[in-house]
């Protein structure tokens, strides 16, 4: 949008600082928050961001006159204004650009207890004030990351010709385990918070074939890993007739998608976090492959202390994914240990086709996955195996019942992904507010 500042008569384009540079040597208007800001005397330079990036503005008593000049002088950080001026280029400034200032306008002046300073905080501090540390850059890059992650998969999967089918919130069974639900009054009946979208994606493949979902995941696990949320974010495509071999192309397709689009797409974010692109270009189909048991050789031919039938511990999977550049594949696991949904080998009923994918550098199982159960009579047995009430699964024996199809599918943890990708050394700065088990608010 542009229009005439009737001051100086001048066409003013109103524009983002992200497109400044399509403005070179015009004159611009810019809303934002002030970053922070210098003086030298009859200069101000201001570092004005407004969610798109940084620009440094350049004031002087000259252009602006005194009495402008002291009051932009005196304006806390943070605080909101709308400027206007040339558009320079100038490699020193960040952004590359610089904006000469003819006028501002204060929007809002913040208050001058702005607990976020440019000095460092402490961690709890910092989650604390969550609601105002998402303005910084380095956090507003990650959560710009974690943008085009989700879109990503969303591109992926529609363009595979797969169907957002959104699945319920509030459930009247569990789905990976009873002992990591959150339950809640459902005007007196007992209802629990999703663990997982999957059971409703295999009813909704029924009707489309090829459906995820994406929404918010609940595990009330007592965990306080750097791995671990309290409430975290899945994308979980299912398909009918699609194998196991199958899936573990499409996880591979997928993943290579979404780090692809991050590196072409968030060049200066990754920059922002000081992360290396290189540690992710490599990744590349196809990903390395074990089976439990070959991983299980991997960890005691390392001096490592570790039963067959035992779940992997992050230790674990870290030593596992250590000897790999790109994400690595388990394969098989141990029926004991996996959901009671999960097919059995067809060549060793002791272990099923499921597999985790575990991202390098120890950020653990990123995408949890497997073929389904899909005959009713294994399927009633397992259900009973693992102490279940048959009459809450009814519904999902339905499935069973009526036009059952081999069929597979997985869900890929938004949070994880982000810190591997990011590199972050913990996944509580992977979403906007995290919850964890000491921490709820804000």
């Not at 067809?346 to 497997?370: K, M, R």
């Amino acid at each position: 949008m542009s229009d005439v500042n009737a001051n100086t008569k001048q066409l003013v384009h109103s524009t983002s600082v992200s497109k400044v540079g399509s403005y070179e040597n015009h004159q611009v208007r810019l809303k934002g928050w002030l970053y922070n800001k210098r003086s030298s005397g009859k200069i101000i330079f201001l570092i004005l961001r407004d969610g798109t990036g940084l620009i440094q503005c350049v004031a002087s008593v000259n252009d602006i006159g005194q009495e402008a000049f002291d009051k932009l002088d005196r304006l806390n950080q943070e605080s909101s204004l709308i400027v206007e001026g040339l558009a320079k280029k100038d490699c020193r400034a960040p952004g590359g650009y610089e904006l000469g200032m003819t006028h501002y306008e204060i929007v809002s002046e913040a208050f001058d207890d702005y607990p976020i300073t440019l000095k460092e905080h402490g961690v709890e501090f910092l989650l604390d004030n969550r609601h105002l540390w998402i303005r910084t850059p380095r956090q507003r890059a990650i959560l710009a990351i974690r943008a085009q992650i989700i879109k990503a998969c969303r591109e992926f999967l529609d363009n595979e010709g797969f169907v957002n089918v959104d699945a319920p919130i509030l459930t009247p069974s569990a789905c990976e385990g009873t002992t990591t639900l959150f339950s809640t009054d459902y005007f007196g009946e007992k209802a629990y918070l999703s663990q997982s979208g999957q059971l409703y994606n295999e009813a909704a493949i029924g009707a489309f074939g090829k459906v995820y979902c994406f929404g918010p995941a609940f595990r009330a696990e007592k965990s306080k890993t750097r791995r671990h949320l309290i409430e975290f974010w899945m994308v979980e495509p299912e398909a009918a007739f699609m194998t196991f071999g199958e899936m573990l192309l499409l996880e591979e397709q997928m993943v290579t998608y979404v780090v692809k689009q991050v590196l072409e797409n968030c060049e200066s974010e990754l920059a922002e976090i000081g992360r290396d692109p290189e540690m992710i270009a490599v990744v590349e189909p196809p990903f390395p492959r074990l089976t439990y048991t070959d991983a299980v050789d991997l960890l005691t031919n390392k001096g490592m202390e570790f039963c067959w039938g035992d779940d992997f511990g992050a230790a674990d999977e870290t030593t596992i994914a250590n000897e790999f550049a790109k994400p690595v594949f388990v394969t098989h696991y141990p029926t004991k240990i996996k959901a009671f949904y999960m097919q059995p080998s067809p060549d060793n009923p002791e272990t099923v086709l499921g597999a985790d994918l575990l991202a390098p550098e120890g950020y653990g199982e990123i995408i949890g996955g497997g073929e389904r159960i899909h005959d009713y009579n294994l399927l009633l047995q397992r259900i009973h195996e693992h102490g279940l009430p048959v009459e809450d699964y009814e519904w999902y024996l339905d499935l069973r019942k009526y036009g059952s199809t081999p069929h597979s599918g997985f869900g890929m943890g938004i949070e994880r992904v982000v810190a591997w990708i990011c590199g972050l050394p913990h996944v509580r700065e992977t979403i906007p507010f995290p919850r964890m088990l000491t921490r709820l608010k804000p």
